[in-house]
């Protein structure tokens, strides 16, 4: 589970906990990691991972040294990510660089080291991406995050392709929005006129953490045994107009 750090991925980590699963919980801040272990049913069995998940290079050796610790993986949560509103005059090659590295290559390249022979458990793999609804359609200042957040989407249906022979089903979540500490100090959540403004775009109001745990523990579940190359919309019904 990346992002166990914080918002969605520290409650994705905690649910799973609670339905039974032994959870390694990937994130850079350790002391906002020991926080969710804190939370998660059995703290013991789990794992605390402090890595930066910009250094692709690592990764084979990340893969292994938990395989060792802990067994084969039978579920890769990509929860870690940024996000940004910026218009594209202030955008430069850099910050797109960063934006990538972290949303895009990072699960990119952790999926490839878990797609490994080695590495899946024998129930086979089940990979999700988290993307979101600005991976489908726009707003002023998203083009950043929306096009790492597209990838995402693109990416994943190829990869459900070529890895299902393995027994690796790959599928994405896309949330609507959630207020958590990757948003709550933009201007579209800050100011109170833009937040309403923004609730009223979604049917059912403002998501919750626990809205995308839910659907995690689904897609990771073998109730979800005859999904992959999906994309499960998690929105308020904010795409739906
Ligand atoms: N919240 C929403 O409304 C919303 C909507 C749609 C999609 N999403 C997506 O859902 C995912 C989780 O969002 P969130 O709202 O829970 O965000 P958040 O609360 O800001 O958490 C982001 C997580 O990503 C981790 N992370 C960021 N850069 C990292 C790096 N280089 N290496 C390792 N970990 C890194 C952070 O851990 P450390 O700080 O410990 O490194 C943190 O745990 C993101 O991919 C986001 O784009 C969120």
Redesign the pocket.
Known sequence: M?????????QCAIDCSKMGAKVVL????EE??QHTLAQCDEPDIHLIVS????NAEGMPLLIKGIVDRMGKISGLV??????TTLPINLVKKETLDNFF???VY?AYFLTKECAKKSVIAAGGLSVIF?????GHVGENGKSI?SMT?GALVAGMRSLACELAKKNVRVNCI??????????AHLPHIADPEKRAALEALHLLGL?Q?TD?SNACIYLLSDASRWVTGANLMVDGGYTAK
């Open positions: 990346t992002g166990a750090s914080s918002g969605i991925g520290a990937v994130g850079r801040n906002r990691l890595y930066d998940l910009i990509n929860c870690a990510g940024v996000s590295d972290t949303n990072s988290l993307s979101s609804v600005m995050y957040k896309s949330p609507g929005c959630i207020v958590t500490p990757i948003n998501g953490v995308i």
